[in-house]
């Protein structure tokens, strides 16, 4: 199986901050790379596909970039709604999602 | 839209199997895949599988693999997953969630379906 892993596991930052979420792939992957972000008690969202392709829907302060193994998640200048948990996911092979980053506003 | 609609809360004993159904409403299958991911209290997402309704192929994770069976009824627009000799460690939330194809992000999810493992 692909391992993903996720840095930071969690962070806290200011509204008007930038902040950027890091994904690692233990094998290349192209561009087949998504990210999600979860609330408490709701299922999660799809934010990014194809590594940098925005969702429907999805404000465009979240961006997304990378290829083969390093993928980043940027929100260009956080909002209080967007504390969240947020997830990569491969979808190369047998899908596998990283452990999760904890965003929190402070 | 599309929604996925899961199947209620579930209560089961160890040893015993769970069947959560999640339907298509507002739509249909088409060509796109069902999978099922599962999430234990506090814990991150765990993929368990999926199945491509229009022509029935499946694929397991390794981790589930002969304990878990997804299945798809094309006339009625619902998948169903079943997990097999429960244990309390299986206690989680499944989800069932749609991508277009199989390389494509999961782009709509069920609710959800709380399942409790517990004697």
């Known amino acids: 199986d692909i391992q993903m892993t996720q840095s930071p596991s969690s962070l806290s930052a200011s509204v008007g901050d930038r902040v950027t979420i890091t994904c690692r792939a233990s094998?290349?992957?192209?561009?087949?790379l998504n990210w999600y972000q979860q609330k408490p008690g709701k299922a999660p969202k799809l934010l990014i596909y194809a590594a940098s392709s925005l969702q429907s829907g999805v404000p465009s302060r979240f961006s997304g970039s990378g290829y083969g193994t390093d993928f980043t998640l940027t929100i260009s200048s956080l909002q209080p709604e967007d504390s969240a948990t947020y997830y990569c996911q491969q979808s190369d092979s047998s899908p596998t999602f990283g452990q999760g980053t904890r965003l929190e506003i402070k | 839209q599309v929604q996925l609609v899961q199947s209620g809360a579930e209560l089961k004993r160890p040893g015993s199997s769970v069947k959560v159904s999640c339907k298509a409403s507002?739509?249909?299958?088409?060509?796109?895949?069902i999978s099922w991911v599962r999430q234990a209290p506090g814990q991150g997402l765990e993929w368990m599988g999926r199945?491509?309704?229009?022509?029935?192929?499946?694929n397991y994770a390794q981790k589930f693999q002969g304990r878990m069976t997804i299945t798809a009824d094309k006339s009625t627009g619902t998948a169903y997953m079943e997990l097999g000799s429960l244990r309390s460690e299986d206690t989680a939330i499944f989800y069932c969630a749609r991508a277009p194809a199989s390389k494509d992000g999961f782009d709509i999810w069920g609710q959800g379906t709380m399942v409790t493992v517990s004697s």
């Open positions: 507002g739509g249909t299958f088409r060509g796109y895949t």
């Open positions: 094998q290349r992957i192209s561009i087949l």
């Open positions: 199945i491509i309704p229009i022509d029935g192929t499946r």
